[in-house]
């Protein structure tokens, strides 16, 4: 059991920036093209480094427990279970994909700093047995907190690794009991647009909205990130709260969460509402299913020269093809 008072789990900048976002001209609703999310990497012409097809079953029971106060970037490994490289702090935090602030990826971190995550409540809702609204800092001694060291694969064919800490979706599951006609959650990222400035646009449809199959959720690998190497989540991880499906393109890691409800019907995720035909449901990363406007055989690890081969699942199809027996993964894309 880890005790973390809550001074220690509010980065200092948020009590010494309370800088307020300039509130600025009104929604341009629907003016912009979907950039981000549209522009792949150019893949590289030479021919791909190999990365191991590896068997290797995610060792589960080694992940660590983790603890969030670090005040230097910690992981217990330099490397995942593949052998690749983590990558570096500043790497993780300085290029990101967040909407709500920009499109600009280098741009999300200095426009997230002032961003107010403490405190933060989290309503549970929806088909389930016992309904409950967590504070996050009860979330952080209530369920055990581990280390993840999970590869990140964006639909746009960069990635990371990343060693999260976070706790199983399914612990909070078990404690909100959903009942039998739950199949779907539905996840919701915070709206607050006098402090994210891309909510004052009509970039996406706001709230930004994700969803996964109740098994998908109580797969071992789903968790909910609250900090990475070893330190509470920067505003521009998604702190303090944030979703982690390593098999599935990362728009489906859902940053800021304030509302989850079990539902009985499949939710229509934020990126199906601006393409359907581009972001499917199950995003579940897959070399042989291509973007309609890309490939997505190969991908360029963040920090690396060239590109490497995209394995299906992301490298965790022991773990989590069974949930898609039977199905066919070029319609449920
Ligand atoms: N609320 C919200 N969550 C989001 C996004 C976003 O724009 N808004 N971007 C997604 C995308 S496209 C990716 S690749 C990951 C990036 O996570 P990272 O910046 O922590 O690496 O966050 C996902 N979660
Ligand atoms: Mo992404």
Redesign the pocket.
């Known amino acids: 059991m880890i005790k973390i008072a809550s001074s220690e789990i509010t980065p200092e900048h948020i009590y010494l920036n309370r800088r307020k976002f300039m509130v600025g001209a009104g929604s341009i609703a629907g003016a912009l093209a979907l950039a981000?999310?549209g522009k792949a990497d150019a893949p590289a012409a030479s021919a791909p480094a190999a990365a191991s097809q590896s068997t290797l079953k995610t060792p589960l029971t080694a992940f660590p427990k983790a603890t969030l106060d670090h005040a230097e970037p910690y992981a217990s490994k330099a490397q995942d279970e593949l052998g690749n490289k983590l990558n570096k702090y500043d790497e993780?935090t300085n290029?990101?994909?967040?909407?709500?602030f920009t499109t600009d990826?280098e741009g999300?971190n200095p426009l997230s700093e002032g961003f107010t995550t403490t405190p933060w409540k989290v309503e549970v809702s929806g088909l389930v047995n016992n309904p409950k609204t967590y504070d996050v800092d009860d979330m952080l001694k209530k369920f055990t907190q581990e280390e993840r060291i999970y590869r990140?694969r964006?639909?746009?064919a960069w990635s990371?690794v990343?060693p999260w800490v976070g706790f199983k979706i399914a612990d909070l599951l078990k404690e909100v009991d959903p009942k039998s006609e739950a199949k779907f959650l539905k996840f919701t990222?915070v709206m607050r647009p006098e402090e994210m400035p891309?909510q004052q646009t009509g970039m996406?449809n706001w709230?930004?909205v994700?969803g996964l199959r109740i098994d998908e959720a109580m797969n071992p690998l789903a968790i909910f990130a609250t900090g990475?190497y070893g330190k509470p989540l920067l505003a521009?991880?998604?702190a303090p709260f944030?979703?982690i499906t390593p098999w599935k393109?990362?728009?489906?890691?859902?940053?800021?969460i304030v509302k989850i409800e079990l539902v009985d019907t499949q939710p229509v995720s934020?990126?199906m509402n601006a393409a359907s035909n581009e972001y499917g449901f199950y995003a579940n990363v897959n070399p042989e299913v291509d973007h309609p406007r890309w490939s997505q055989a190969t991908e360029r690890r963040v920090g690396a020269l060239g590109h490497i081969p995209t394995l299906k699942f992301n490298g965790y199809e022991q773990e989590v093809a069974s949930l898609y027996a039977g199905m066919d993964l070029k319609a449920n894309y």
């Open positions: 981000a999310c993780i290029y990101n994909n967040y909407y709500e990826k999300v990140l964006c639909v746009e990371m990343i990222s891309g996406l709230p930004y994700e990475m521009a991880n998604g944030r979703l393109y990362g728009f489906k890691g859902i940053k800021a934020a990126w």
